[in-house]
DNA sequence: ACGCTCTCCTGGCCGC
DNA sequence: TGCGGCCAGGAGAGCG
């Protein structure tokens, strides 16, 4: 579910309540989710203080005295920070008590997150070593994009969401920012020119800005930390919309598939 | 190397 | 109301 946005609305609101803090105790209560939780953090975390948060493609990495952890939030993950006596609620699988009372709590219906520890440098480990650009970032442009996707026959939407070739990029906004540039998702991404490109490099930058200032989008279970939804699925053009009337002509919004997601266009508007 | 499927898991919704 | 089937913000693994 999260895509950039939400996870970095999740790091805006998590950060100024943790960093400082001392971890007192882990509880962890699901043996397992992308991978497996692993037991020693009972043992490894506490005593330790959490010096900085930061945020790398849609993983969350949090920097201990010792080490860092490795947060992902996979389709449904969400972490808050609460009182640690706050009751446990179904989904519930990890908490990091702090001496301060408060508690970073995860929570993920369906356990595709993960929740690691690493003594090592977080970005050379194999979930993070082969990330592309963020699409933030003065690196990430469409020349880069033109270059990369030379010879590419896969649609330009799978391209965009390949964690490879730009990071942070989900379904809900490749399908947005591919009507907002005006190119069919389904177009071999090595058959578009430079100035598309350029096109849809704006896109998604606007895009995943304007989405990051309305706290990310909530379908059904994002919850920003301090537990309100995301605002930008009011903004949302296309995702979701099919048979609905396209902002931009009389035509309506199809729905497809491809790379097994679910794909939102205008084939007029969409080329 | 590339690109396509399958897979992990729970829950919500739709149709019968 | 109950049940089966299908769908959902991701992405690693394994295959041809």
């Given at each position: 579910m999260p895509e950039l946005p939400e996870v970095e609305t999740t790091l805006r609101g998590i950060t100024p309540h943790i960093v400082g803090q001392t971890v007192l105790e882990l509880v962890l209560?699901?043996?397992?989710l992308r991978w497996p939780l692993d037991p020693h953090l009972r043992d490894i975390l506490p005593g330790q203080k959490i010096l900085s948060v930061e945020r790398r493609a849609k993983y969350l990495l949090v920097h201990c005295d010792q080490g860092t952890l490795i947060i992902h939030l996979g389709m449904s993950g969400v972490l808050r920070v609460i009182s640690a006596d706050m009751t446990e609620q179904k989904h519930d699988h990890v908490d990091m008590i702090f001496t301060n009372g408060q508690a970073l709590r995860f929570t993920d219906p369906r356990r595709f997150g993960m929740f690691i520890y690493t003594?090592?440098?977080?970005?050379?480990h194999k979930c993070l070593v082969n990330l592309g650009p963020e699409p933030l970032a003065n690196d990430f442009t469409a020349k880069y994009l033109y270059q990369t996707s030379r010879?590419?026959?896969?649609a330009v939407k799978t391209f965009i969401m390949d964690q490879k070739n730009?990071?942070?990029?989900g379904n809900i906004y490749a399908n947005e920012a591919l009507f907002q540039a005006g190119i069919d998702p389904a177009r071999s991404a090595g058959r578009i020119g430079l100035k598309r490109y350029e096109k849809l490099v704006v896109s998604i930058k606007t895009i995943l800005k304007k989405a990051i200032v309305a706290g990310g989008t909530t379908i059904s279970d994002f919850r920003q930390s301090d537990g309100r939804p995301g605002y930008f699925d009011q903004q949302l053009?296309?995702?979701?919309?099919?048979?609905e009337k396209c902002p931009n002509c009389d035509n309506s919004i199809k729905s497809t598939r491809l790379g097994q997601r679910s794909t939102y266009y205008c084939p007029h508007c969409q080329r």
């Open positions: 209560r699901t043996a397992k003594s090592e440098d977080p970005k050379k010879l590419k026959k896969q730009v990071v942070g990029v053009l296309v995702y979701g919309r099919d048979g």
